[in-house]
């Protein structure tokens, strides 16, 4: 099993959304890098829900349902994540489905994963982090989930 963290805009998707869908698909990815990282999730993996903009921080945790398949997205013209390069027998952006865990009762904020030593090298925590899709060690994901969000 791996463990991620997937990062949606306050606002835009929320973990109150998926809690009240259940599951998505985490489309609209369009970096290179988080594109690989969505292609290497498999069934089962768990991931920190985490907001940017207002109030940044983990507010909880999905899971992987289903690998990543081509996202729908990039086909639909209408759709602002569409890609004029790619096709159906050569798609460029994947996109895992994901359903809800659990909702903290209370976010774990940005500035207390930057200043715990217990998550020094979290990726999300470094320098210049902007990435939408990281990977997270089962170390910290543990810390987070038993010991941050009571």
Not at 27 to 51: E, I, P, S, W
Not at 60 to 68: F, P, Q
Request: proline share 5%; with cysteine; charged share 25%.
């Amino acid at each position: 099993m791996q463990y991620w963290l997937l990062k949606s805009e306050t606002g835009s998707y929320e973990i109150d959304d998926l809690k009240r869908e259940k599951k998505t698909f985490w489309t609209g990815v369009r970096n290179y890098q988080a594109r690989n990282f969505l292609k290497d999730m498999k069934k089962g993996d768990l991931c920190l829900y985490y907001h940017s903009g207002k109030d940044t921080g983990v507010y909880g945790v999905a899971k992987v349902v289903t690998a990543a398949v081509p996202d729908a997205t990039q086909f639909d013209k209408k759709s602002h994540y569409f890609e004029p390069k790619a096709t159906k027998e050569k798609p460029m952006w994947f996109s895992p489905e994901v359903q809800f865990v659990q909702k903290f009762k209370t976010y774990v904020p940005l500035g207390a994963i930057k200043a715990d030593p217990h998550l020094k090298g979290i990726v999300v925590a470094q320098q210049g982090s902007r990435l939408s899709v990281q990977p997270v060690s089962e170390k910290h994901f543990n810390y987070i989930v038993k010991e941050l969000a009571k």
